[in-house]
């Protein structure tokens, strides 16, 4: 079982910038894809930004050049750096492990922009 802990959602104005972080019970960084989700209002969860297994990173249209996404192997946690933050980017934000059937999600963490 995978525990995964989310930190560093916030209220933020447009055009400003956060970083949250996700934190991994254990050390799976070489069998599963990993990223970040999030969910607005009346609106479906959607990927925003995610690791395969090999390395390679893939992000939402919407936050590509915003938006980076980063993994500590040595710490176990995956990061997202959110900069140019526009209202729109509002949501609930889910750290995401997954191999095959296995899906693991973090609590969420709030992160606000305000126009």
């Known amino acids: 079982q995978v525990q995964l802990v989310e930190s560093g959602g916030g209220l933020v104005q447009a055009g400003g910038s956060l970083r949250l972080s996700c934190a991994a019970s254990i050390s799976i960084f070489s069998i599963y894809s990993m990223g970040w989700y999030r969910q607005a209002p009346g609106k479906q969860r959607e990927l925003v930004a995610a690791?395969?297994?090999?390395?390679?990173?893939t992000y939402a249209d919407s936050v590509k050049g915003r938006f980076t996404i980063s993994r500590d192997i040595a710490k176990n946690t995956i990061d997202l750096q959110m900069n140019s933050l526009k209202p729109e980017d509002t949501a609930v934000y889910y750290c995401?492990?997954?191999?095959?059937?296995?899906?693991?999600w973090g609590q969420g963490t709030q992160v606000t922009v305000s126009s």
């Open positions: 690791y395969a297994p090999g390395g390679t990173t």
């Open positions: 995401k492990f997954w191999a095959g059937s296995s899906n693991y």
